[in-house]
């Protein structure tokens, strides 16, 4: 009778593998599902699919949600214990939970997202309109557009405006980023920007809120865009963040 119990426990969790699968925003055939008390295993073939599943982050949680499980962890190939980490928490609509150790303050805004952004001037062709489009369509999105030649936001999305809990959207679409950038990370950014700018890389940095008070510890997927008038500019996407202390000895 045992067996016959463990078996259909077998066939049971084999079945919510794979209509778990269908449910998720990327799967292919060598995507695996495991479940582990209320914990989802995700395996993928490749860090970078890997990268591609959690920018669904909110899609995940939602789904967590629906089969009542309370994380999603993701792996890939050779990742060992590393993994990313997608809490329930997510599906509620507000930002990340930060670490709220900074004087107990609370670090965070609600966050409703609506189909809008916010741009400074820029003058406009079809590859920002595409870009611009995208965020658009898909507000829940941390994302923004950066102009190469002067370091200056031109745009942001709600999501990613909410990070930023002492500015407002339109002051964050007039700043540079030498304004809260760590420079040693803004530095280490060019550099990659020259060596694979054009096919998209992803790239941790320090960033200091506009009081200078509070540090944060932000990983961005970026891509470089040409306009049709030759001005370069850096589309990036959220991927994770962390309030953290601040560090040594910054110098502008």
Known sequence: MSQLLRDA????????????KKELP???????VYFHEDVVNVWMSSKQKAVILRSFYQDLASLLERWDYSEL??????SGCQHFSIPRSLAEKKLISISQK???ENMNKPLIATPSIWISTCQ????LVDVI???????????????????????????????????TPEEIVQRKMTDFWHPEDLHDLHQKIKQQGSTGFEHTW????????HWTRFTHHFRVIVDDCGTAYRAFTN???EAIDPPGLVIP
């Open 133 to 167: 489009s995208r965020f658009i369509e898909t507000p829940n999105i941390k994302g923004g557009l950066v102009r190469l030649r002067d370091e200056r936001q031109l745009l942001v999305t709600p999501a990613m405006a909410a990070t930023v809990w002492d500015a």
């Open 124 to 127: 406009l062709s079809r590859p």
């Open 73 to 78: 962890k993701i792996f890939w190939r050779k």
């Open 26 to 32: 990327v799967c292919n055939q060598e995507c695996r």
């Open 9 to 20: 426990k077998v066939i049971i969790e084999s079945r919510a593998s794979e209509l778990f």
């Open 239 to 241: 991927l994770d963040l």
């Open 206 to 213: 320090r960033g200091v809120n506009k009081s200078k008070t």
């Open 102 to 104: 900074h004087n107990g």
